[in-house]
């Protein structure tokens, strides 16, 4: 079946710095990817829509500066965090669309902690 | 806007019972209907999906059927396991590249 990949899969970073999340599909092409984060013992939220060849669209609430996303090409996107801060520590999960199986399939998901 | 909602948990089975958890929606137009897993520590995982009404989704022994005219896709299994532990999140999608809408997640464990 289709496959996204996430990469790194976890990460401890000191706070100020910047972390780069990467989401790849594997065997599908994907001009839309979504970027979700998840607080312990809860449901998904959606940060971001990412979009091949243009600029991402955020969610209300979600700092474009702080989490800046890149689509540069059909199968990556990456997600970047900006001068990571402890609040930041959480579950980040990336999907991405394939519009011929008409499914949305999801990245194993990164771990952020930042000390 | 489009929404789903599914029955709160979290779900204490034991191994071999029947499963049942709800799921309602609302949504404008013809929406595919989703079930995703999440086992502890993991990402989501595709369980199974219907896209028109009256379909039916299975996989590993779960199902779960589009019911139009009550706007529900309640998933079923006939006999969990201890390994079916996990998070179970319902969700739909409109056509085209807009996102998922997902329920809350319910929260399932099985004990031996």
């Known amino acids: 079946g289709a496959v996204v990949s996430q990469h790194p899969s976890r990460v401890i970073c000191k706070s100020g710095t910047s972390v780069k999340i990467e989401c790849r599909s594997l065997?599908?092409?994907?001009?839309?990817m979504f970027w979700y984060r998840q607080f312990p013992k809860q449901s998904l939220m959606l940060m971001a829509t990412s979009n091949e060849g243009s600029k991402a669209t955020y969610e209300q609430g979600v700092e474009k500066d702080k989490f800046l996303i890149n689509h540069a090409s059909l199968t990556l996107s990456t997600l970047t965090v900006t001068s990571a801060h402890p609040e930041d520590s959480s579950f980040y999960i990336c999907?991405?669309?394939?519009?011929?199986?008409?499914?949305?399939?999801f990245g194993p998901g990164t771990r952020l902690l930042v000390l | 806007g489009d929404s789903v909602t599914q029955m709160e948990g979290p779900v204490t089975l034991s191994e071999e019972a029947f499963l049942t958890i709800n799921c309602t929606y609302t949504?404008?137009?013809?929406?595919?209907l989703f079930w995703y897993v999440q086992y502890p520590g993991e990402g989501l995982q595709l369980l199974l999906k219907a896209t028109k009404a009256d379909d039916k989704g299975s996989n590993k022994g779960f199902e779960a059927t589009y019911r139009k005219e009550t706007t529900s896709f309640h998933l079923e299994k006939g006999s969990v396991q201890v390994s079916d532990s996990a998070v179970y999140f319902c969700a739909l999608s409109d056509a085209g590249n807009t996102p998922l809408v997902f329920g809350k997640g319910t929260r399932l464990s099985v004990i031996a």
């Open positions: 065997d599908f092409q994907a001009t839309t």
């Open positions: 999907s991405a669309r394939d519009l011929f199986r008409e499914t949305q399939y």
């Open positions: 949504a404008t137009g013809y929406p595919s």
